[in-house]
Structure formats: structure tokens, C-alpha cells
């Protein structure tokens, strides 16, 4: 009889001691949880993108995503040889740190942000210095000289940040690129609801990597495909971490026709625009919360008093929301992703009412 052996291997240190990443998936009335696009695609815009009789199941994926990269890269006007495309952006993440993180390289990242670029740079044994950012989260003064200091190898700058909305322009990415022999990742999976973009300097930067995803805007988080653009050098070497069939061909398929009919996207991404100021303003006039101007599809909410109880309030209300409190300095603090209208109401009334001592029936 087979006998189970009494120890079996532990796993890495800086693994045993790493907290795994925890969505907090609960299944909710309102779920302003997870920067998603509030709105699914329009039925007809689906059955036209995925077409399910036209994918061969049999067959592995092209391992070069080579429809996808044109289609992206005609979007761009780059050459598919500038263009990486990963199961979601984390992947892209992974694989850029399994090609240029690892022993004896340091990623410098500006905190509060992205938590995947710490967890990603453990799980690659790449160390990881956190600058913090300043009071009002955009990036400290000297940020570049600072990088250096570090001896930081690949700094991430996620524009517009997640979790605090705001963004960091293309003069100040300008000073990080110049004279540094690293690389500057600038992650833009919020940008199509802001303005600038970095795209315009990968011309002049061959150390400059810019990550996109179809997950928000675009309405596509449930197929996982997110995109780095670059120079072909960068990305030939990203090609040579990541996994040969990363992204399944159904994925590959439907993201390739839906960014052939980007303009599509256009109306849904100026309402939640809309959405977001009038969220931005209603809750800032409430007593006890800030909350901080955004150029993503979120907003960033201080709260003066304990913001984990309102997190549950709002929990037993059906409305989740991200809770920021395991994060140091973060501890009242909330996300709050942008909802459809009717979705963006229902958290405004239960906000206010709470406000109110928490019922209306005196009134
Ligand atoms: N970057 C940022 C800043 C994000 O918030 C996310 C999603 N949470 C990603 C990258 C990765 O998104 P995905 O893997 O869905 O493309």
C-alpha cells in the first residue's frame, strides 16, 4: 500500500510568504467591483465578432496571433513585429518579467498601484522597490533620478493608475525614458476613457513598452486578451517567454473583428465618461468621503471614519465595491468602478441614505 510521505516540498519563500491575489468575487446586485465595462456587447456586435462554425476546435491556435497582431496593428499604424498579445495584459506582465525581470534585476513601480506588478515581480524572483507617490498620487519630484538611484531595471507606470484614476502626461514619461537604459512599462488598460497616451513616443523610445487590454473599454474581461506594443526587439524577446498557444483561438478571433469596429465602442465609452463625473461629483459632496478627480472608468474614494464598514454596508446593500484596506496607507479607502446609470444610482441613494444615519423612514 502506497504510504504518503510525511513532508512533502514547500514552495519558495518569498511564495510562502506572498498574499495571492483575491478579486473578492461575490455574487451581487450592483457589482462596481472590477473596472469592467458596465455594458456587454450589443448581441448582434457578438454573434458578428464570434464566429464559432468559422474556428476550427481541432486545430491549436495561431501561435503567432497573426490576424489579431494586423488588426491591431492597423488600428495603430504599427507592424505586427511591434505587437505582443498575451491571455490578458497580466500575462503580457508575466511574460515581460520572464524575459527582463528575474535574479539581479529590480522593477521599480509608484505605489499605491497595480498590485500584479509586485506579485509578478516576486513570483519571477525579481526584486521590487516601491516609490511612494505623492499627496495627490501623481508621481513624486525626481521621480526619474529616483528610478536610477534604485538601480531600477523595468519601471511600471500605470496611467491612468489603478486605484487613484489619475494620470501621468507624456512629458513626465519623457524625462523617465530619457537617458535610462531600462524600460519603462507604461500601462494603459484604462486609456481609452482618458486623453494622452504614450503610443505617440514609442517612435522615439526603443526602451518603452506600452500594455493594453480589451478587457474594459472594449467589453471583452470573460476572453482574456491584452496587447503590448513595442519595439520589435523587446517583443521579440517577450515571444520567446510566453507560453506558444497563450491566447485560444476564439479569443484571437472575436478581439481581432471587434478592433476592426473600435468606432462602435465610442458611444459607451463616452456614457460611462459622463457617468463617472456625475459619480465623481455626487459622492464628493458627501460628508465623510473624498473623492479623487479620475480619468479612468473608476474613482478612487477616501473615507474620513471607518471604510471597511461602509464596504460591508454596502455589501449588505447588494453593491460590491473594491475595498482597499489591506493596503498599507490605503485603509479607508475604496474603489469604486462605474456603473450603467440605473447601477450608479443605486449606489449615489444608498450612499446618501447612510449619509442620512442610514434610514429614510423619518423624513
Ligand atoms: N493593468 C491594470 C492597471 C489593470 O487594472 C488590469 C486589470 N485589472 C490589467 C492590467 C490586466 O487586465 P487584463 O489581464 O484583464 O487584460
Same mark, same amino acid.
Given at each position: 500500500m502506497a504510504r504518503k510521505p510525511k513532508e512533502i516540498l514547500r514552495p519558495r519563500a518569498d511564495i510562502a510568504a506572498l498574499r495571492a491575489y483575491d478579486p473578492e468575487h461575490h455574487r451581487v446586485r450592483v457589482n462596481l467591483s472590477a473596472n469592467e465595462n458596465p455594458y456587454d456587447l450589443p448581441a448582434e456586435l457578438k454573434a458578428a465578432i464570434l464566429q464559432v462554425e468559422q474556428v476550427p476546435f481541432n486545430r491549436y491556435p495561431d501561435p503567432g496571433a497573426l490576424e489579431l497582431r494586423r488588426a491591431i496593428g492597423s488600428n495603430y499604424g504599427l507592424g505586427i513585429d511591434g505587437i505582443a498579445v498575451g491571455n490578458g495584459g497580466d500575462e503580457l506582465i508575466l511574460a515581460l518579467l520572464l524575459a527582463y525581470g528575474g535574479a539581479g534585476r529590480t522593477v521599480v513601480s509608484f505605489e499605491p498601484t497595480f498590485v500584479m506588478y509586485?506579485?509578478?515581480?516576486?513570483?519571477?524572483?525579481?526584486?521590487?522597490? /516601491?516609490?511612494?507617490? +505623492?499627496?495627490?498620487?501623481?508621481?513624486?519630484? =525626481?521621480?526619474? #533620478?529616483? &528610478?536610477?538611484? *534604485?538601480?531600477?531595471?523595468?519601471?511600471?507606470?500605470?496611467?491612468?493608475?489603478?486605484?487613484?484614476?489619475?494620470?501621468?502626461?507624456?512629458?513626465?514619461?519623457?524625462?523617465?525614458?530619457?537617458?535610462?537604459?531600462?524600460?519603462?512599462?507604461?500601462?494603459?488598460?484604462?486609456?481609452?476613457?482618458?486623453?494622452?497616451?504614450?503610443?505617440?513616443?514609442?517612435?522615439?523610445?526603443?526602451?518603452?513598452?506600452?500594455?493594453?487590454?480589451?478587457?474594459?473599454?472594449?467589453?471583452?474581461?470573460?476572453?482574456?486578451?491584452?496587447?503590448?506594443?513595442?519595439?520589435?526587439?523587446?517583443?521579440?524577446?517577450?515571444?520567446?517567454?510566453?507560453?506558444?498557444?497563450?491566447?485560444?483561438?476564439?479569443?484571437?478571433?472575436?478581439?481581432?473583428?471587434?478592433?476592426?469596429? /473600435?468606432?462602435?465602442? +465610442?458611444?459607451?465609452?463616452?456614457?460611462?465618461? =459622463?457617468?463617472? #463625473?456625475? &459619480?465623481?461629483? *455626487?459622492?464628493?459632496?458627501?460628508?465623510?468621503?473624498?473623492?479623487y478627480p479620475s480619468e479612468a472608468n473608476f474613482i478612487f474614494v477616501r473615507v474620513a471614519g471607518d471604510g471597511p464598514a461602509l464596504w460591508r454596508d454596502l455589501l449588505s446593500e447588494g453593491i460590491l465595491v473594491r475595498n482597499l484596506g489591506q493596503t498599507e496607507g490605503l485603509e479607508n479607502c475604496l474603489r469604486v468602478t462605474v456603473g450603467r446609470p440605473d447601477e450608479n444610482d443605486v449606489l449615489i441613494e444608498t450612499l446618501e441614505k447612510r449619509g442620512r444615519g442610514g434610514d429614510d423612514q423619518n423624513r
Amino acid at each position: 500500500m502506497a504510504r504518503k510521505p510525511k513532508e512533502i516540498l514547500r514552495p519558495r519563500a518569498d511564495i510562502a510568504a506572498l498574499r495571492a491575489y483575491d478579486p473578492e468575487h461575490h455574487r451581487v446586485r450592483v457589482n462596481l467591483s472590477a473596472n469592467e465595462n458596465p455594458y456587454d456587447l450589443p448581441a448582434e456586435l457578438k454573434a458578428a465578432i464570434l464566429q464559432v462554425e468559422q474556428v476550427p476546435f481541432n486545430r491549436y491556435p495561431d501561435p503567432g496571433a497573426l490576424e489579431l497582431r494586423r488588426a491591431i496593428g492597423s488600428n495603430y499604424g504599427l507592424g505586427i513585429d511591434g505587437i505582443a498579445v498575451g491571455n490578458g495584459g497580466d500575462e503580457l506582465i508575466l511574460a515581460l518579467l520572464l524575459a527582463y525581470g528575474g535574479a539581479g534585476r529590480t522593477v521599480v513601480s509608484f505605489e499605491p498601484t497595480f498590485v500584479m506588478y509586485r506579485i509578478l515581480s516576486t513570483v519571477t524572483g525579481t526584486a521590487c522597490v /516601491a516609490i511612494e507617490r +505623492g499627496p495627490d498620487f501623481g508621481l513624486p519630484g =525626481g521621480a526619474a #533620478d529616483s &528610478v536610477k538611484a *534604485a538601480a531600477g531595471d523595468i519601471v511600471f507606470i500605470c496611467s491612468p493608475n489603478n486605484p487613484t484614476g489619475n494620470t501621468v502626461s507624456n512629458e513626465a514619461l519623457v524625462a523617465m525614458l530619457t537617458d535610462f537604459s531600462g524600460l519603462v512599462v507604461v500601462d494603459e488598460a484604462y486609456q481609452e476613457f482618458a486623453g494622452e497616451s504614450a503610443v505617440s513616443l514609442l517612435n522615439d523610445f526603443p526602451n518603452l513598452a506600452v500594455l493594453r487590454t480589451f478587457s474594459k473599454a472594449f467589453s471583452l474581461a470573460g476572453l482574456r486578451v491584452g496587447y503590448l506594443l513595442a519595439d520589435p526587439e523587446i517583443i521579440a524577446n517577450i515571444l520567446k517567454a510566453k507560453l506558444p498557444y497563450n491566447v485560444n483561438a476564439l479569443s484571437q478571433a472575436a478581439a481581432a473583428a471587434l478592433m476592426r469596429r /473600435a468606432g462602435a465602442l +465610442g458611444g459607451v465609452i463616452e456614457e460611462i465618461r =459622463g457617468e463617472r #463625473d456625475r &459619480v465623481f461629483e *455626487a459622492i464628493d459632496k458627501m460628508p465623510g468621503l473624498t473623492a479623487y478627480p479620475s480619468e479612468a472608468n473608476f474613482i478612487f474614494v477616501r473615507v474620513a471614519g471607518d471604510g471597511p464598514a461602509l464596504w460591508r454596508d454596502l455589501l449588505s446593500e447588494g453593491i460590491l465595491v473594491r475595498n482597499l484596506g489591506q493596503t498599507e496607507g490605503l485603509e479607508n479607502c475604496l474603489r469604486v468602478t462605474v456603473g450603467r446609470p440605473d447601477e450608479n444610482d443605486v449606489l449615489i441613494e444608498t450612499l446618501e441614505k447612510r449619509g442620512r444615519g442610514g434610514d429614510d423612514q423619518n423624513r
